[in-house]
Antibody, heavy 122, light 113 residues
């Protein structure tokens, strides 16, 4: 069974750093892209970026480029999203999700983590 | 960035009636190489992550009830719920994955009339 299990809720102060995780299991980690999606309170879904554990290829939305870093540790099949200096406006729910793949063609995000709520407040 | 525009923003439908949601992309998401539209539909219920319903515009994800169907090509797409059930109350999003950055529509809230 494919599972993506995210780390827990975080409460941080502005200026602090943070790294949240997404532990993948039930499939070959290096064969699928993993994306990150932000959802601010009461708002829609925003695509942040995507990472391919097979070769560490990474693509960012211009809206998030330079604001976050996406990475992964293949040895423990875990993807990460990190900030070096949080802002109050980073307060949101963050989801990791696996991009499906059929015959080499990608499609939608077929498995999602449960979400990690990040709250940034002084 | 490719802009995905959904309509309407919300709709109320009687139980058992049809619900139709439209999604328009600012550029075509049809890949000429494999003739696939890189357009997906998701359902999100309160307090839950999104759930993939439809991919490649018209392919139903495994386990999704057949009352959900997707159609369209190029820039214009539709998600149809043929007979609305109480458990279909949710926000629905379209998403394109042809271009980077990938982008979502703003969401359509479906309620019971």
């Amino acid at each position: 069974e494919v599972q993506l299990v995210q780390s827990g809720a975080e409460m941080k102060k502005p200026g602090e750093s943070l790294k949240i995780s997404c532990k993948a299991s039930g499939y070959k980690f290096t064969d699928y892209w993993i994306g990150w999606v932000r959802q601010m309170p009461g708002k829609g879904l925003e695509w942040m970026g995507i990472f391919y554990p097979g070769d560490s290829d990474t693509k960012y939305s211009p809206s998030f480029q330079g604001q976050v870093t996406i990475s992964a540790d293949r040895s423990i099949t875990t993807a990460y999203l990190q900030w070096s200096s949080l802002k109050a406006s980073d307060s949101a729910m963050y989801y990791c999700a696996r991009q499906g793949n059929s015959d080499g063609y990608s499609y939608g995000y077929d498995h999602w983590g449960q979400g990690a709520l990040v709250t940034v407040s002084s | 960035d490719i802009v995905m525009t959904q309509s309407p923003d919300s709709l109320a439908v009687s139980l058992g009636e049809r619900a139709t949601i439209n999604c328009k992309s600012s550029q075509s998401v049809l890949h000429s190489f494999n003739n696939k539209n890189y357009l997906a539909w998701y359902q999100q219920k309160p307090g839950q992550p999104p759930r993939l319903l439809i991919y490649w515009a018209s392919n139903r994800e495994s386990g999704v009830p057949d009352r959900f169907s997707g159609s369209g090509s190029g820039t214009d797409f539709t998600l149809t719920i043929s007979s609305l059930q109480a458990e279909d109350v949710a926000v629905y999003y379209c998403q394109q994955s042809y271009y980077t950055p990938q982008t979502f529509g703003q969401g359509t809230k479906v309620e019971i009339k």
